[in-house]
């Protein structure tokens, strides 16, 4: 049974004795949140990550920022216990559903109970989805993505910082793997010590300055290289001010600072959930380049979260030397999408699909992959400049 979700009303559908009712996040009660915690308990048990992009916090505080988000809420049919899972997504026309926060959010999916013995399309059916489109889908979600099954979706590494054993024993990996990573950034620390002033390091910064700082430097950042800045969407620029007052033990933001003298030089805004941070926007002023405060502060984030009993750093999904010299690990996230035949996946196929292969085309060529990046900061420069007349 397919349906069709106007906005504002809760609809349900059915498959495979499952039912699905379609809700905004603003609509699920306390029981359903509830639910929606355990049953991720249950997953990250069985070796899911831990990440607070996929816990109702999230969806949540995305939902106040972007009126089309719903949440799938699934009930074994003709039974009144507990949902046997969520699917949060964003609905636009033609019944194109998207993952909730894509372009933002660096892990993905649905939350189900094992055993449900649906597949992604019956479940978009019963959700009158004709696409659900992902960027960074977790890996496992074998709903969308079946193991086994082919070049569904393409798949990639996020690197990953370990810091279970503490943050000496990080150090003890770099000292074998990057050891003359560790040693110029130490270096570079201690020089900027010496010929700025003061270091000091606020793992979970609260001010709100601080982050209109970060926030701008991004901004900055973006133009400069040529990309889009997230920034200047206003939706992206509330959730994050959003998620960093939020004290939610599954999903809260956290502000890291390096500071000299008082003077902020690095700052990082990510969220976390008990046990994993996800990095997610890290900048630093250029002029302090020379010190790499940014490489600083990522060593001052693993101690800091070390210490917070934080597990698991998430550097996010993307190749950057950086990550090669700090990672321990890597996770894997997906990109593609799961389609119906109708308009929407149409649409979607239009849409998405030639500028995906075309960058898809460039990625598995270095030198044309490094063109394009000398393009684009190009481009960056070009727009400076004329921003500054």
Request: hydrophobic share 40%.
């Amino acid at each position: 049974m397919s349906l069709v979700d106007a906005p504002g009303a809760t609809a349900t559908g059915t498959a495979r004795g499952v039912r699905v009712r379609i809700v905004t996040p603003a609509e699920l009660g306390e029981r359903e949140l509830e639910a929606w915690r355990a049953l991720r308990r249950a997953m990250i048990a069985e070796g899911a990550p831990a990440s607070p992009f996929m816990e109702p916090g999230f969806t949540l505080a995305v939902g106040r920022v972007r009126p089309e988000t719903r949440v799938a809420v699934l009930w074994r049919d003709g039974e009144a216990a507990e949902p046997v899972g969520f699917l949060p997504f964003e609905r636009s026309a033609f019944g194109r559903g998207r993952a909730v926060g894509l372009g933002v959010s660096d892990c993905q999916g649905a939350v189900l109970a094992p055993g449900l013995g649906l597949t992604g399309r019956e479940l978009l059916a019963a959700c009158g989805l004709s696409v659900f489109e992902f960027d960074n889908l977790e890996d496992g979600q074998e709903l969308f993505v079946p193991a086994g099954s082919g070049p569904a979706a393409e798949s990639f590494r996020s690197p990953v910082i370990d810091v279970s054993g503490g943050y000496p024993a990080y150090e003890d990996v770099l000292r074998v793997r990057a050891p003359k990573f560790l040693k110029t950034t130490l270096a570079k620390e201690r020089r900027l010590a010496r010929q700025a002033g003061e270091v000091r390091f606020v793992f979970d910064e609260r001010d709100p300055a601080a982050l209109a700082t970060l926030m701008e430097w991004k901004s900055a950042q973006y133009r400069r290289t040529g990309r889009g800045d997230r920034f200047a969407r206003e939706w992206i620029a509330e959730l994050v001010r959003r998620l960093h007052a939020s004290d939610d033990p599954g999903c809260s933001g956290v502000l890291s600072v390096l500071y000299v003298a008082d003077r902020p030089v690095a700052a990082h805004f990510g969220l976390r959930s008990e046990t994993l941070l996800a990095c997610w926007f890290p900048s630093y002023d250029p002029a302090f380049a020379k010190y790499s405060p940014g490489l600083v502060l990522h060593l001052r984030m693993a101690e800091g979260a070390a210490a917070a009993g934080i597990g698991l750093l998430d550097l996010g999904r993307g190749d950057a030397e950086y990550k090669d010299s700090l990672h321990t690990g890597e996770l894997r996230v997906h990109e593609g999408a799961v389609l119906r035949p109708g308009p929407g996946a149409a649409l979607h196929w239009l849409l998405r699909e030639p500028p995906r292969r075309a960058h898809g085309f460039v990625r598995e060529r270095p030198k044309l992959a490094a063109q394009a990046q000398r393009t684009l900061n190009g481009l960056g420069k070009l727009r400076a400049g004329r921003a500054g007349r």
